[in-house]
């Protein structure tokens, strides 16, 4: 029921189902839904997370090391099952 009053569900069919004793006291779904568009938008267009949210670092070699085992470009040696290097 909080979910009502605080205005959480922005849906058309949930204003179908939401009771009629449930007074709205507030509206954070519009709020939800425009901090979730931002960040999609930042995701998409590589501007997040960046350094100010990524602080670690990889030891030398591992970023190669986590590309190759996910098949990712920028590594040039191959890593089987347990984390080994193969050839």
Do not use: W
């Amino acid at each position: 029921m909080y979910h009502d009053l605080l205005g959480m569900m922005q849906h058309p069919h949930h204003a179908k189902v939401t009771p009629k004793f449930c007074k709205p006291f507030g509206r954070v779904g519009e709020e939800i839904n425009r901090a979730l568009s931002d960040f999609r938008d930042e995701v998409t267009a590589g501007a997040f997370p960046g350094e100010a949210f990524s602080p670690y670092t990889f030891v030398a070699g591992e970023e190669a090391r986590l590309r190759e085992a996910l098949g990712m470009p920028g590594a040039e040696a191959r890593v089987d099952s347990d984390g080994k290097r193969g050839s």
